[in-house]
């Protein structure tokens, strides 16, 4: 929205604001999907629901995530009324996601005012779009076997190993069907009318690493990690611009395929960040604690990370050995089971080594894909 911001009459804590947000966003049409408006993450699909009765599935999903997470903001905040609201609307996002937006291989993205479905097998564009099939999972609202569906379905028709990219969506816009805004303003396979746009394609690669499946996020990873665009002369005349920074669009228009869009773009190399920290190292902090899931390939001898916590600095190694019967580490001569880390603040340097239990699960089969 451009427009000059004023200063309102009221005021409140940061949790009444929250509060505010999602009570607005609780405005559903007749799927029991959330309202798309003019716009949700995707801003160039603003004519989708601009008449007040479009429904986004990706929104959906998001939304799901959000309810769930600030359930426990609520629930520690004690708000045991809007707690119970998060649970309630969580619960009825899940059951209306699944009643209404399985399309038989993937996720809808949505709908339009007159309830034409967007992301479908029926269209002749936009037949699938990644960012429902990934926050399907991301989001942990989807039947698992349907989202393993999906993911396999993003990787089958959005993936394009032969350019080095992830579409958005495909078929691109390119006015012979649908008009769901600007969006069609751009060139077919450019930016987010069927080019990469990286920052959901990194939200691919998350899911994939949450499903588990490591041997296909780092493959991925390597094909859309700038550094790849860079490798050798001929690569750096195909993406003709800078190889060491995220670019938030690769082109897949069939005349400048490869080709990178506009860099230095902060927003996909924070999630390119998240990515390499939380889901390929699988760290996170709990306080005082750093925990490691990684998702990095089983074949990789070992890992090692300097972490700073306040003024100490732990120099990791983390191992994922096939021979041990649980996770456990060793620092600073103490050993301790699990996969946990316990930090202190104490301005000393740390040597610390983890060990990873991986238990290699035999995931549920993938659907067999309609030809």
């Given at each position: 929205m451009y427009d000059l911001p004023v200063s309102g009459n009221l005021s409140g804590t940061l949790y009444e604001h929250c509060v505010r947000a999602i009570k607005h966003s609780l405005q559903f049409g007749k799927h029991g999907l959330p309202l798309m408006g003019s716009g949700d993450w995707n801003d160039g699909m603003d004519q989708v629901g601009v008449k007040g009765q479009g429904e986004s599935v990706w929104l959906a999903f998001f939304l799901y995530d959000v309810l769930m997470r600030f359930a426990e903001v609520a629930k520690d905040f004690g708000d045991e009324v809007f707690t119970a609201t998060c649970g309630t609307e969580a619960a009825r996002l899940r059951s209306g996601m699944e009643a209404s937006a399985w399309d038989g291989e993937w996720y809808l993205r949505a709908w339009f005012d007159d309830g034409t479905p967007l992301g479908s097998k029926e269209n002749n564009e936009c037949r699938i779009d990644a960012i429902a099939q990934s926050w399907s999972v991301l989001s942990g609202a989807a039947d698992k076997k349907r989202s393993i569906t999906a993911m396999a379905s993003l990787d089958k028709y959005l993936v394009r190993r032969d350019i080095g990219l992830i579409q958005l969506l495909d078929p691109p816009f390119n006015g012979h069907g649908l008009h769901p805004g600007y969006i069609e303003g751009y060139v077919p396979g450019v930016r987010e009318n069927g080019g990469q746009y990286s920052h959901a394609?990194?939200?691919?690669?998350?899911?994939?690493?949450?499903?588990?499946?490591?041997?296909?996020?780092?493959?991925?990873?390597?094909?859309?990690?700038?550094?790849?665009?860079?490798?050798?002369?001929?690569?750096?005349?195909?993406?003709?611009?800078?190889?060491?920074?995220?670019?938030?669009?690769?082109?897949?228009?069939?005349?400048?395929?490869?080709?990178?869009?506009?860099?230095?773009?902060?927003?996909?190399?924070?999630?390119?960040?998240?990515?390499?920290?939380?889901?390929?190292?699988?760290?996170?902090?709990?306080?005082?604690?750093?925990?490691?899931?990684?998702?990095?390939?089983?074949?990789?001898?070992?890992?090692?990370?300097?972490?700073?916590?306040?003024?100490?600095?732990?120099?990791?190694?983390?191992?994922?050995?096939?021979?041990?019967?649980?996770?456990?580490?060793?620092?600073?001569?103490?050993?301790?089971?699990?996969?946990?880390?316990?930090?202190?603040?104490?301005?000393?340097?740390?040597?610390?080594?983890?060990?990873?239990?991986?238990?290699?699960?035999?995931?549920?089969?993938k659907a067999e894909l309609i030809q």
């Open positions: 394609a990194i939200w691919t690669l998350i899911a994939f690493a949450a499903l588990g499946e490591r041997e296909k996020a780092w493959e991925l990873f390597s094909m859309i990690q700038p550094l790849r665009h860079g490798s050798n002369p001929a690569a750096i005349q195909v993406y003709k611009t800078e190889p060491y920074v995220m670019a938030a669009d690769v082109y897949a228009n069939e005349s400048h395929q490869g080709r990178g869009g506009w860099t230095w773009y902060t927003g996909s190399s924070g999630w390119m960040y998240q990515f390499i920290m939380g889901s390929l190292l699988g760290m996170e902090l709990k306080a005082d604690q750093l925990c490691f899931k990684p998702c990095f390939p089983l074949d990789w001898p070992s890992v090692m990370v300097v972490y700073r916590f306040g003024r100490s600095t732990y120099r990791i190694t983390v191992f994922q050995p096939d021979n041990t019967a649980g996770s456990w580490w060793e620092m600073d001569s103490r050993l301790g089971k699990g996969d946990t880390l316990p930090l202190t603040d104490d301005g000393q340097e740390h040597e610390a080594k983890v060990y990873i239990h991986t238990q290699v699960e035999v995931s549920e089969p």
